[in-house]
């Protein structure tokens, strides 16, 4: 059964203003302070702005617990938010108009605080609704909508810069976030679809959720799902919190990264989302995670030979297309194994568990790049040894594909036989 256009509409919607400030944080602010003489040690540790999308675990039984009926029990969280996101990029307009660099790092962190709470009711909504033929399309309406946003804010934004100004950018960002505001405004949160369970269709206590979601981690073979998730992208993220200050140092401009990495790259991303899309859909969710995880390795094999080799501009080119076309498949294909997993009488709480997992498992990927690369205050290995490192942690992960294909999901609670 096909998703409903409007419904499939929203989702990207809501991951696109996601996408807005993390856009920015991962494409445009690294180039703009390594262009600054900023170490890569610093740079390293700017993952911890990306915090929020860490912790959201923690408050995420909030928003399966409590919602207002009337309005809507995701749309009553997702409004406050959307509205906190656009007078954050707001404020961020003035700090940058006055050079305030630390109020605008406090500012971003902001913007990921309210992205990530919005992110927990997208995904309890996602979880309500999509029926388990649906989990591929779904998925890559959210991923799709998240890297539009990411390719708005750390690409078109970041070009348009050059003429209206980082304060611009940030004004621009805000209208964005009140547009779809406005859309969410008279959208109508339509209840769980019937063949979710009656679990799904009320707000739990916090007793009742808390118990179902000790369940779920005590099934068989939770132990493995929580490490293949955690795991799946620590190599490949190494590499890419290098790779951007990697090419300034070979000598490319800003402007030249900007549209490689940040425009064209996340349009190959965006590509490599919906073929993880129609993978997802047309074989087992599993098989798609490891053809995609195995594909990975190769544009990553080819960032160490840029480093070892030397840089040419094809050579730039072809690794930053093929990494990020692979990458963004075995995002989307990814996320919906972790959908397929879900508990849908605690969907937000559980997805969000699931989620803020996959985020602590490549956290100390930035920190760790930057300390093993850095001259001046790390080890100093440079960056080829490093680019070597994540092509070994994601050939690792492939083993992990093994005790995974031995333990399946419990059917009283996996989604996907729900």
Not at 99 to 124: E, H, K, R, W
Request: include cysteine; aromatic fraction near 10%; charge should be positive.
């Amino acid at each position: 059964m096909r998703l409903p256009s409007s419904r499939l509409a929203l989702l990207c919607l809501l991951y696109f203003v996601q996408g807005l400030p993390f856009g920015f944080q991962a494409t445009a602010l690294p180039v703009y302070l390594r262009s600054q003489g900023v170490s890569l040690t610093t740079i390293g540790l700017l993952g911890a702005l990306w915090l929020p999308w860490a912790l959201k675990a923690l408050w995420a039984p909030l928003v399966d617990r409590y919602g207002s009926a009337r309005i809507g029990r995701r749309k009553s969280w997702i409004l406050p938010m959307q509205a906190g996101l656009a007078a954050s990029c707001a404020a961020a307009a003035v700090a940058a108009s006055r050079d305030a660099l630390p109020v605008l790092l406090a500012l971003i962190f902001l913007m990921n605080l309210f992205a990530a709470t919005q992110d927990i009711a997208v995904d309890g909504f996602a979880v309500d609704t999509l029926r388990p033929s649906e989990l591929g399309l779904g998925n890559t309406a959210q991923v799709v909508g998240y890297k539009l946003g990411m390719l708005t804010g750390g690409g078109l934004l970041v070009w348009a810069s050059a003429r209206i100004g980082w304060s611009g950018l940030f004004v621009a960002m805000a209208l964005l976030c009140l547009a779809v505001f406005t859309v969410m405004l008279f959208a109508r949160e339509a209840p769980p679809e019937p063949h979710a369970t009656p679990g799904a269709r009320r707000e739990p206590d916090f007793r009742e959720l808390f118990q179902r979601l000790k369940q779920a981690l005590l099934l068989p073979g939770a132990g493995w799902l929580l490490l293949f998730i955690a795991t799946y992208k620590l190599g490949e993220s190494m590499s890419d919190v290098l790779f951007k200050p990697f090419l300034v140092d070979a000598g490319f401009t800003p402007a030249r990264i900007g549209l490689w990495v940040g425009t064209w790259g996340t349009g190959a991303s965006i590509a490599g989302s919906l073929a993880g899309g129609l993978l997802a859909s047309r074989m087992p969710l599993l098989g798609a995670v490891g053809l995609t995880a195995s594909l990975r390795v190769v544009p990553l094999v080819g960032r160490w030979l840029l480093a070892t080799g030397g840089v040419t501009d094809a050579g730039v080119i072809g690794v930053t297309l093929a990494e990020e076309f692979f990458g963004g498949a075995l995002t989307t294909v990814m996320f919906a194994f972790m959908m397929s997993r879900v508990d849908r009488r605690i969907g937000a709480t559980h997805y969000t568990l699931l989620a803020s997992l996959e985020v602590w498992g490549k956290a100390p990927a930035g920190p760790l790049a930057g300390w093993l690369a850095d001259a001046r205050h790390g080890l100093g290995l440079g960056y080829a040894p490093v680019f070597l490192l994540g092509i070994v942690l994601s050939a690792a992960f492939l083993v992990l594909l093994v005790p995974m294909r031995r333990r399946q999901p419990a059917p009283s609670t996996a989604l996907n036989t729900a």
